[in-house]
């Protein structure tokens, strides 16, 4: 979970040195023990890129923070063009355009393993594992699910407007063109899913969807075609139901 409240960050002092994704490298998590740690040869040439869980660019705070979310506990096998570097980055860079609009901001990104409906009827787990023994299992889908909060009014400033919303969004090339709200989901499937559970019924039975008070759209930034300008996809601003 990454939190991206705007209440709860304070400025850097002047004299600190701004976080550079450049200084950071990909490393093993030392506090793991070693039979379950990542390593960082599962990752050479498995086809996947070593996907950000909680974004470098959400860690801007510290040099030292930024290098925690290289390490590989933060890391998951993410197919690399047409999600990890392009779409996946979309959602990643709508979730922290929310803080434009909302106090506090809680993003929640969950590496899922989903099963598949087989021909003879039955529901099958089927996922690749990566790695020389295999050792790193790849996702067959990756979840953000969001919770923000702002007043509700100006008279009433301490009563907080809450807003949750759950996508699920296959580890597969997904068109720049395809809207946000194809991915909506109840936030009870990824709670079933992951075998957690984020949000109390009593925050689910208040909170509206977060397409209800923000834009479910992403902008198409292509950083791996610089010469390209930013185009937005826009999407409807939320589903008739929810």
């Keep these: 979970m990454a939190s991206l409240g705007k209440s709860l960050v304070e400025p850097p002092p002047e004299d600190s040195e701004s976080a550079d994704r450049v200084k950071s490298l990909f490393a093993e998590d030392k506090s793991i023990p070693a039979l379950f740690r990542a390593k960082l040869q599962d990752y050479l040439k498995s086809g996947y890129d070593r996907g950000h869980m909680v974004p470098a660019a959400d860690a801007k705070m510290s040099q030292a923070a930024m290098n925690e979310t290289f390490l590989l506990s933060n890391i998951a096998p993410q197919v690399g063009v047409g ?41 099958r787990m089927h996922y690749e594992v990566i790695g020389s023994p295999p050792n790193v299992s790849v996702p067959t889908h990756f979840a953000k699910v969001v919770l923000t909060s702002r007043p509700s009014s100006p008279e009433t400033p301490d009563v907080p407007e809450i807003s949750t919303g759950a996508f699920i969004l296959p580890n597969a090339s997904i068109p720049d063109d395809a809207r946000l709200v194809n991915f909506i989901t109840p936030v009870e499937t990824v709670e079933r899913h992951s075998g957690l559970i984020l949000f109390s019924d009593a925050v689910k039975k208040s909170s509206k969807h977060i397409c209800k008070t923000a834009k479910c759209e992403v902008i198409v930034r292509r950083f791996d075609e610089v010469q390209k300008k930013p185009e937005t996809v826009k999407a409807i601003s939320g589903p008739k139901k929810f």
Excluded: M, Q
Aim: glycine share 2%; net charge neutral.
């Design 83 to 123: 999600f990890n570097r392009h779409y996946w980055a979309y959602l990643e860079d709508w979730c922290r355009r929310l803080t434009a609009n909302f106090a506090d901001v809680y993003v929640f990104t969950i590496p899922l393993y989903l099963p598949k409906l087989d021909s003879d009827g039955k529901w």
